[in-house]
């Protein structure tokens, strides 16, 4: 990998700021909050259908890895990266099987929200149960955060072409889940 140092003043790496901390130029607050205007609404709703009411907590920590992570958080990225945050955040936080205490109780779901009405419906949900925990995951990234291609990709950590894979035998499977 070449050096690009010496093209950059006073040694400085091109990108980064001068400050000498990783976070790329412009990560700065005003990035943040933009990060968080943009995506925060989309990373809740995420974590209201598999968290419920502890969601809003665990929205604030994905959040707070985002703003502590920012160097690593990809421009071209954003969302599929915090989505992926999320599934951690919340792997560990019921593999610490302790309650998330939280300051004001979260605004009730939207009771309209087709994902939600999916859900409920009994026959949805006994196709979607009949399904490997990997099937459901790559089906509900498509289906309620609406991530195809690279996006999916992304989020499941695979390229895009296991990522295409996976989603058509997930729906292959659901159909005979469904016609089961």
Aim: glycine letters at 8%; proline letters at 6%; charged letters at 30%.
């Amino acid at each position: 990998m070449p050096d690009h140092t010496a093209d950059a003043p006073d040694g400085a790496r091109p990108g980064l700021p001068d400050d000498g901390s990783r976070r790329p130029a412009g990560h700065d607050d005003a990035w943040f909050t933009d990060l968080v205007v943009e995506h925060g609404r989309a990373v809740h709703r995420y974590l209201v259908r598999r968290a419920g009411d502890e969601a809003e907590d665990l929205a604030a920590e994905v959040m707070a890895v985002a703003w502590r992570r920012r160097a690593d958080v990809p421009d071209e990225a954003v969302l599929p990266w915090l989505y992926r945050t999320a599934g951690f955040v919340l792997a560990n936080h019921r593999r610490k099987g302790r309650p998330v205490p939280v300051g004001e109780v979260p605004e009730e779901a939207d009771l309209d929200d087709p994902a939600l009405r999916a859900v409920q419906d009994d026959l949805v949900r006994r196709a979607l149960a009949a399904l490997s925990a990997r099937d459901r995951q790559v089906l509900l990234l498509n289906a309620w955060e609406g991530l195809v291609g690279q996006e999916l990709a992304a989020v499941l950590g695979i390229s895009r072409g296991g990522a295409d894979a996976a989603l058509s035998r997930a729906r292959a499977r659901l159909r005979a889940a469904w016609d089961a």
